[in-house]
């Protein structure tokens, strides 16, 4: 149970173009998401958190409007990069947090994104 | 800066033999720990997790020891085997937002 999953797992897209990675919890409802970002050879950094209804709280130095998250319903959060520059490139991964029993977090699987 | 960190960046060990991976944490106000691993090109997979109300807590092959005097978590891996060669990162969560901060990670890997 508490599957989350993320789609595209892999995506290249050309500098300028926005991408948007979508994220679904599956068999519970995911009131709060976590979008990570990840170097290769580095660790996950947290960029935001969003809250279904609410906007999304970044982390300090994430951009608001390059980074776009949308959590519109208690099954779906979006994470679109706009305007997409090489340096964009990364691993993104989001994670739900899990209310009741058992482990706190359930992450995605991740999304390559690769800018050209 | 992070406030979980490692002590060791890679790890090498024989198929059988018991593996240990250190993080040490500099915030005395969190109170859940994790323990993930991660393979490549793959998301986080929970391990265990533990908190701040124990010093101990044993899974299927897994340990994870909390020592709060010196702000240091450990996990611990029986008789590995090369399936568990991956990443394993530390998280820690001070109970006030639900935000992971995760360590730098240990590249563990398990030679046959």
């Known amino acids: 149970g508490a599957v989350v999953s993320q789609h595209p797992s892999r995506v290249i897209c050309k500098s300028g173009t926005s991408v948007k990675i979508e994220c679904r919890s599956l068999?519970?409802?995911?009131?709060?998401m976590f979008w990570y970002r990840q170097f290769p050879k580095k660790s996950l950094m947290l960029m935001a958190t969003?809250?279904?209804?609410?906007?999304?709280?970044?982390e300090q130095g994430v951009e608001k409007d390059k980074f776009l998250i949308n959590h519109a319903s208690l099954t779906l959060s979006t994470l679109t990069v706009t305007s997409a520059h090489p340096e964009d490139s990364s691993f993104y991964i989001c994670?739900?947090?899990?209310?009741?029993?058992?482990?706190?977090?359930?992450f995605g699987s991740g999304t390559r994104l690769t800018v050209v | 800066g992070e406030s979980v960190g490692l002590h060791l960046p890679t790890l090498s060990v024989q198929e059988g033999d018991n593996s240990i991976i250190n993080c040490a944490y500099s915030?005395?106000?969190?109170?859940?720990f994790i323990w993930y691993k991660q393979e490549s090109g793959k998301g986080p997979q929970f391990i265990i997790d533990?908190?701040?109300?124990?010093d101990k807590r044993q899974g299927q092959r897994v340990t994870v020891l909390l020592n709060k005097t010196v702000k240091h978590l450990s996990l611990q891996i029986a008789a590995t085997q090369p399936g568990d060669s991956a990443v394993y990162f530390c998280?820690?969560?001070?109970?006030?937002?639900?935000?992971?901060?995760f360590g730098k990670g240990t590249l563990l890997t398990v030679n046959p």
């Open positions: 533990i908190r701040s109300n124990m």
């Open positions: 998280a820690e969560n001070t109970g006030s937002n639900y935000k992971l901060t």
């Open positions: 915030n005395s106000a969190s109170d859940y």
């Open positions: 994670s739900a947090r899990i209310t009741g029993v058992g482990y706190g977090y359930t």
């Open positions: 068999d519970f409802q995911a009131t709060t």
């Open positions: 969003s809250n279904e209804g609410s906007k999304a709280t970044y």
